[in-house]
């Protein structure tokens, strides 16, 4: 009997655990149901969230853009402003101190954004000892711009008169990011000694810089009080960014934004663009122009010709070589290639050269860069042969462009590229996708047989994965 007692409880037990162990599982089922159904449910991370424009990708028309200008400068600089600016896509001001003599907001209006007025800023203290308190007003054009209150907007971008942005490449880099979060994009100056003196956590504010809506609504609507604690900064981005610290957050940089803090020949600069989207330039009335024999609004409207055919691929850098000759041939794509009559290695070959001039004199830190550089021969004779961009044509082939020597009175010898009269390069459209923006590649290239000897003809192309740039025996 205590047997049958002591086997019937064993079996009581048993369906016990049984239930238990099955209830368990269920109720775990449930649970990790429940949890990947409400993870479904959220929009994907690059995305925006409202039922308005809820999955279309960033485009100009998500940008609204603020100008900072001042009556003396506007009328010479909207020239720049007028070569970038899509009247009919763009959205944004042109912010002077006060309204130009018999002008309205909308004159200009087919061709430039709108003029706005700056409010007064009398109220606010400047005790930095020369500087121009005008800092205070450009800075507050963040305040303004936000102030537009227009619909739809996923980045505020700022710049000066003279920032020449390309819209295309804008729009690029920034859809790298997601713009519900807190983002303040741009880039520090090219001189060490700048970026020792305002800060290397700070965007310059000719190079143009973004901040992504929610934290423009949040630093407009704390940017006068904070200011205030500010009045000993000298110009309008460090109390930009002096704000955006206090808020927490830091600059992301993105190297396709330029402040080109020097002067002269930019040549070098340009020809070794880093392997990034060419956002914008600044300081246009600094630089010579950058194509020989044209003045600096027709040689921008030169490179811009090519940026409409292929924006992606303005300025990138591509290295090969002619085995034949023993040629280095460096193709800033666009704008100008570069025949040397040696072999150079390629990371030889990629610092940027000194062809501008100092933005300062007389400081030790003036001729500090903060990227390499290599020496811009004083003979032109001792340069590489260099053709600048002469057309550009497009079709369903590809996209054919033809570089012109830049003539030099040099004399000629066996072997040397200055027979040259001209380089055709091919290549098809660059469409970088989110992998190639987060971690870019090198383009490889090829010389190809030619039926002339003044002529140079390359296909630029895309590496094959294990394939090494360098001069092959």
Same mark, same amino acid.
């Given at each position: 009997?205590?047997?049958?007692?002591?086997?019937?409880?064993?079996?009581?037990?048993s369906?016990?655990?049984?239930?238990?162990?099955v209830?368990s599982?269920?109720?775990?089922?449930?649970?990790l149901?429940?949890?990947?159904?409400?993870?479904?449910?959220?929009p994907?991370?690059?995305?925006?969230?409202?039922?308005?424009?809820?999955?279309?990708?960033t485009?100009?028309?998500h940008i @609204?853009f603020?100008i900072?200008?001042?009556q003396?400068?506007?009328?010479?600089?909207?020239?720049?402003?007028?070569?970038?600016?899509?009247?009919?896509?763009m959205?944004?001001? @042109?912010f002077?101190?006060s309204?130009?003599?018999n002008?309205?907001?909308r004159?200009?209006?087919?061709?430039?954004p709108?003029?706005c007025?700056? !409010?007064?800023?009398?109220?606010?203290?400047?005790?930095y000892?020369?500087?121009?308190?005008?800092?205070?007003?450009v800075?507050?054009?963040?305040?303004?711009t936000?102030a537009?209150?227009?619909?739809?907007?996923?980045w505020?971008?700022?710049?000066d008169?003279?920032?020449?942005f390309?819209?295309e490449n804008?729009?690029?880099?920034?859809s790298?990011?997601?713009?519900?979060l807190?983002?303040?994009? !741009?880039?520090?100056s090219e001189?060490?000694?700048?970026?020792r003196v305002?800060? *290397?956590?700070m965007? *310059?504010?000719?190079?143009?810089f973004?901040i992504s809506?929610?934290?423009?609504?949040?630093?407009?609507k704390?940017f006068?009080s904070?200011i205030?604690?500010y009045?000993h900064?000298?110009?309008?981005?460090?109390r930009?960014?002096s $704000?955006l610290?206090?808020?927490g957050?830091?600059?992301t940089?993105?190297?396709g934004?330029h402040?080109?803090d020097?002067r002269?020949?930019? *040549?070098?600069?340009l020809?070794?663009h880093?392997?990034?989207?060419?956002?914008?330039?600044?300081h246009?009335?600094?630089?010579?122009?950058?194509?020989?024999?044209?003045?600096?609004?027709k040689?921008?409207e030169?490179?811009?010709?090519?940026a409409?055919? #292929?924006s992606?691929r303005?300025l990138?850098?591509?290295?090969?070589y002619d085995?034949?000759?023993?040629?280095?041939i460096?193709?800033?794509?666009?704008?100008?290639?570069q025949?040397?009559?040696?072999?150079?290695?390629l990371?030889?070959?990629?610092?940027?050269?000194?062809?501008?001039?100092?933005?300062?004199?007389?400081?030790?830190?003036?001729g500090?860069y903060?990227?390499?550089?290599?020496?811009?021969h =004083?003979?032109p $004779?001792?340069? =590489?042969?260099?053709?600048?961009?002469?057309s550009?044509?497009s079709?369903r082939?590809?996209?054919?462009?033809?570089y012109?020597?830049?003539?030099?009175?040099?004399?000629?010898?066996?072997?040397?590229?200055?027979?040259?009269?001209?380089?055709? @390069?091919?290549?098809?459209?660059l469409?970088?996708n989110?992998?190639?923006?987060q971690?870019?590649?090198?383009? $490889?290239? #090829?010389?190809? =047989?030619?039926?002339?000897?003044? @002529?140079?003809d390359?296909?630029?192309?895309?590496?094959r994965e #294990?394939?090494?740039?360098?001069?092959?025996?």
């Amino acid at each position: 009997m205590q047997v049958v007692k002591l086997l019937s409880k064993t079996q009581s037990s048993s369906h016990l655990l049984n239930f238990i162990l099955v209830s368990s599982s269920v109720c775990v089922t449930y649970l990790l149901a429940s949890m990947l159904l409400v993870h479904n449910s959220k929009p994907p991370l690059h995305f925006y969230s409202s039922s308005q424009d809820a999955y279309a990708p960033t485009t100009v028309e998500h940008i @609204v853009f603020g100008i900072a200008s001042n009556q003396k400068s506007w009328p010479k600089r909207k020239d720049y402003v007028k070569l970038w600016w899509k009247p009919s896509q763009m959205r944004g001001c @042109v912010f002077l101190e006060s309204m130009p003599p018999n002008t309205t907001s909308r004159d200009d209006n087919t061709t430039l954004p709108p003029i706005c007025v700056s !409010g007064d800023t009398s109220r606010f203290r400047y005790t930095y000892r020369g500087g121009l308190r005008s800092a205070i007003r450009v800075a507050r054009v963040v305040l303004e711009t936000v102030a537009l209150n227009h619909s739809n907007v996923r980045w505020y971008v700022f710049g000066d008169d003279d920032t020449f942005f390309f819209p295309e490449n804008l729009v690029k880099t920034l859809s790298k990011y997601d713009h519900r979060l807190w983002y303040y994009i !741009g880039a520090s100056s090219e001189i060490y000694g700048q970026n020792r003196v305002f800060g *290397f956590g700070m965007a *310059f504010g000719g190079a143009g810089f973004a901040i992504s809506y929610p934290l423009a609504k949040l630093l407009a609507k704390v940017f006068d009080s904070c200011i205030e604690r500010y009045p000993h900064l000298y110009g309008s981005d460090s109390r930009v960014y002096s $704000c955006l610290t206090e808020l927490g957050v830091g600059l992301t940089r993105e190297p396709g934004f330029h402040q080109f803090d020097v002067r002269g020949n930019t *040549f070098g600069l340009l020809a070794a663009h880093p392997l990034t989207p060419l956002v914008s330039l600044h300081h246009l009335d600094q630089m010579n122009p950058i194509f020989p024999n044209m003045t600096t609004i027709k040689a921008m409207e030169h490179l811009l010709d090519a940026a409409k055919v #292929d924006s992606e691929r303005i300025l990138r850098q591509t290295v090969c070589y002619d085995r034949w000759f023993s040629w280095t041939i460096s193709i800033s794509w666009g704008y100008a290639v570069q025949v040397y009559r040696k072999h150079i290695f390629l990371p030889d070959v990629l610092p940027v050269q000194e062809s501008f001039q100092q933005w300062k004199k007389g400081n030790g830190l003036a001729g500090v860069y903060t990227f390499n550089t290599r020496e811009f021969h =004083p003979d032109p $004779c001792q340069r =590489p042969t260099i053709f600048f961009l002469d057309s550009i044509s497009s079709s369903r082939r590809g996209i054919n462009s033809v570089y012109k020597k830049s003539y030099e009175n040099c004399t000629l010898y066996m072997g040397s590229p200055r027979k040259l009269e001209a380089i055709r @390069v091919s290549t098809k459209k660059l469409d970088l996708n989110y992998n190639q923006m987060q971690a870019p590649r090198r383009d $490889c290239c #090829d010389v190809l =047989p030619s039926r002339s000897s003044e @002529v140079l003809d390359i296909a630029i192309r895309e590496c094959r994965e #294990d394939e090494l740039i360098y001069m092959h025996a």
